[in-house]
């Protein structure tokens, strides 16, 4: 079992910045990759980024690439998104995720684990 639990949301100004951080507890973090997820009104959750289990390769939406990075902690248990030069479009709820997949991370099936969720707003 793996528990997250998702920190860091809020409102913001179109153009600035957040860092989300989820945190885990649980048995062996180091061995999932973790993603994260966003859910806008009236749409379906989709995907932002994800990072295997070492740190070493990470994926992007290709509206966030430049933008958004995802980082992990393993001696914290903790995964990141620092999200810059955010837009009105990037406001949702985000969800981090735990998945013991070393491929498809941008499926949202391929995830075991889910988080609750925090709320980015961003305003102009």
């Known amino acids: 079992q793996l528990q997250l639990v998702e920190s860091g949301g809020g409102l913001v100004q179109t153009g600035g910045s957040l860092r989300l951080s989820c945190a885990a507890s649980?048995?062996?973090?180091?061995?999932?990759?973790m993603g994260w997820f966003r859910q806008a009104p009236g749409k379906e959750r989709e995907f932002v980024a994800a990072?295997?289990?070492?740190?070493?390769?990470?994926f992007y939406e290709d509206s966030v690439k430049g933008r958004f990075t995802i980082s992990r902690d393993n001696a914290k248990n903790t995964v990141y998104l620092q999200m810059n030069i955010l837009k009105s479009e990037d406001t949702a709820v985000y969800y981090c995720?735990?998945?013991?997949?070393?491929?498809?991370?941008?499926?949202?099936?391929?995830?075991?684990?889910w988080g609750q969720g925090t709320q980015v707003t961003v305003s102009s």
């Open positions: 995720g735990a998945s013991t997949a070393t491929w498809g991370l941008q499926v949202r099936g391929k995830y075991a684990y």
């Open positions: 990072i295997n289990w070492s740190g070493g390769s990470t």
């Open positions: 649980g048995r062996a973090f180091s061995s999932y990759a």
